[in-house]
T-cell receptor, first 113, second 114 residues
């Protein structure tokens, strides 16, 4: 079955600390992978995406993610977190020829001043 | 590029009433999607249009739900005889018809059924 797992429901980090949010997927086809961020009461903003090629992708707001096929993972990282990064982060998977994304349940990030 | 817009942003209704939401996609995007997001969950796919054709409906979309995209531009999602379980955020997204497509989401319509 196709699925996306975000094992951490909540993560708390101090401002300036590094961040890694985990995402594992189960998908039959070669996946397209996405990270979105959602602030309270808002829609989803695309942070970054992976279709093919270089497995380390850069996104907006200083985020990056690494695709590891052997581990079926696409973890999101940021070297130094800012208070404005507090939000909910969703990993999603799609594929060529499909039109619907499958989302994880999200990780809520809290940033301590 | 004005982004995907959705109206209304919030809707409170009583059980049994009908509600309609509107989505205006990014102008050059011919694919449009509806998702539903309940509290503490990620978005779940509801339905998908390419131009005016509705190409798939999820099993989540009961017969009380209907979506249209009459001219291949904006779309409406109607829920008839609302139930408390319909309370959720309804998200619309659009994308261009390319192989490596990325879906861009609107701000959502939050529905509360009392």
């Amino acid at each position: 079955a196709q699925s996306v797992t975000q094992p951490d429901i909540h993560i708390t980090v101090s401002e300036g600390a590094s961040l890694e949010l985990r995402c594992n997927y189960s998908y039959g086809a070669t996946p397209y992978l996405f990270w979105y961020v959602q602030s309270p009461g808002q829609g989803l903003q695309l942070l970054l995406k992976y279709f093919s090629g270089d497995t380390l992708v850069q996104g907006i707001k200083g985020f990056e993610a690494e695709f590891k096929r052997s581990q079926s993972s696409f973890n999101l990282r940021k070297p130094s977190v800012h208070w404005s990064d507090a939000a909910e982060y969703f990993c999603a998977v799609g594929a060529r020829g499909t039109y619907k994304y499958i989302f994880g349940t999200g990780t809520r990030l809290k940033v301590l001043a | 590029d004005t982004g995907v817009s959705q109206n209304p942003r919030h809707k409170i209704t009583k059980r049994g009433q009908n509600v309609t939401f509107r989505c205006d996609p990014i102008s050059e995007h011919n694919r449009l999607y509806w998702y539903r997001q309940t509290l503490g969950q990620g978005p779940e796919f509801l339905t998908y249009f390419q131009n005016e054709a509705q190409l798939e409906k999820s099993r989540l979309l009961s017969d009380r739900f209907s979506a249209e995209r009459p001219k291949g531009s904006f779309s409406t999602l109607e829920i008839q005889r609302t139930e408390q379980g319909d309370s959720a955020m309804y998200l619309c997204a659009s994308s261009p018809a390319r192989t490596q497509e990325t879906q861009y989401f609107g701000p959502g319509t939050r529905l509360l059924v009392l």
